[in-house]
């Protein structure tokens, strides 16, 4: 067949939009017009750089444009404003959506799906291997966060309007799943933690993001209520088991002056001092004579007295 050469008026414009140099084109109304030769080798084959599509008004609705770097295909509303492109460069895949570029092209793919005009959008992005999605409101702000990590790991997270509360849900690579509830501080101020190679615990932390109480069930299943001071150390400890439950206030070494204990025998309150040594016992104990070896059963009703040796001072009755 011969080939036929037709003449038709194309527009030229400054492309941009693509970030990082790749793809991209915004249109405007006003172009000027050149005269630029399309061939037809035969009635299949179209042979050009640029091709537009307008509508019956003379509105560009869709572009197809190919360079040496790249080639894309851009869509444009009633208006002309583009709103979605497609390109590629340099094996790169890129996707504009809303007349805004989300790729770089280098180890990056973003699209983003919204209105044009208005911050709500739900923007999806891959990046060195990982995928991120997030929902902004209408103000523009991440809402809601969902990201599976590289190294295994997971995040789901839920963010309050301006510096309200926020919640985050994460897996680990050692079988941990964790919650955070997050208040006014951004810190961490509730963790939930659930392993499955340990018991469930959950934490209270100050605005430094240190545990100050912490509620978990032991090894064996039992109960187990800590309250810890600034510098991490457990100052008070509740621990509840099937026949036996005790309570411990220690000092900011960390020795045990206070232990309250409850078991099916009875009940009693001890207090040491500083070394350790009991120095007082009210209620249900038992006492060894040094002298004698022998072992006195105390009822609940009693008080019993220590000396800095550890003997007897007074005992009622």
Same mark, same amino acid.
């Given at each position: 067949?011969?080939? /036929? ?23 405007g ?9 399309i061939?037809?080798?035969d009635?299949?084959?179209? #042979?050009?750089?640029? *091709? ?9 609705r ?7 770097e ?22 790169d895949s ?17 699209l ?8 709500? @959008? *739900? ?9 991120h ?7 523009? /702000? ?8 590289r190294?295994g790991?997971?995040?789901?997270? *839920?963010?309050g309007r /301006?510096s ?13 799943a ?24 959950? @934490? *209270? ?30 100052r @008070?400890?509740?621990?509840?088991? #099937? ?9 900011? @070494? ?7 204990n ?13 070394a350790?040594? #009991?120095?007082a016992?009210?209620?249900q ?6 002298s004698s070896?022998?072992?006195?059963g105390r ?11 550890g ?7």
């Amino acid at each position: 067949m011969d080939r /036929k050469v037709i003449v038709i008026s194309l527009v030229s414009s400054t492309l941009a939009g693509f970030a990082g140099g790749l793809v991209g084109a915004r249109v405007g109304r006003s172009h000027a017009a050149q005269q630029t030769r399309i061939e037809i080798h035969d009635q299949r084959v179209v #042979t050009a750089r640029t *091709i537009r599509v307008t509508n019956e008004a003379g509105i560009v609705r869709a572009q197809l444009r190919a360079e040496t770097e790249f080639a894309a295909l851009t869509l444009h509303d009633e208006t002309g404003i583009p709103v979605a492109s497609f390109g590629i460069r340099d094996r790169d895949s890129s996707i504009t959506v809303d007349g805004e570029t989300y790729s770089t092209g280098e180890k990056r793919v973003r699209l983003r799906l919204g209105e044009t005009g208005t911050n709500a @959008a *739900i923007l999806l992005e891959v990046t060195d291997q990982e995928p991120h999605m997030m929902f902004a409101d209408q103000e523009g /702000k991440t809402r809601l966060s969902a990201l599976a990590a590289r190294d295994g790991e997971a995040y789901l997270c *839920i963010a309050g309007r /301006k510096s309200g509360p926020s919640a985050c849900l994460r897996t680990t690579n050692d079988d941990r799943a964790q919650l955070g509830l997050w208040g006014q501080s951004a810190r961490g101020d509730i963790s939930l933690t659930a392993s499955a190679t340990g018991p469930p615990r959950i @934490a *209270i932390l100050d605005t430094g993001a240190n545990a100050r109480a912490m509620l978990a069930l032991t090894e064996s299943g039992d109960g187990d209520f800590r309250l810890f001071d600034q510098s991490g150390m457990a100052r @008070a400890a509740l621990i509840a088991e #099937t026949e036996y439950s005790h309570l411990l206030l220690r000092d900011s @070494a960390g020795r045990v002056r206070l232990s309250a204990n409850v078991d099916e025998v009875g009940s009693s309150l001890s207090l040491r001092d500083a070394a350790g040594e #009991t120095r007082a016992v009210l209620g249900q104990t038992s006492l060894v004579m040094r002298s004698s070896e022998i072992t006195e059963g105390r009822p609940e009703s009693s008080l019993v007295l220590f000396g800095a040796d550890g003997t007897v001072a007074h005992k009622v009755p």
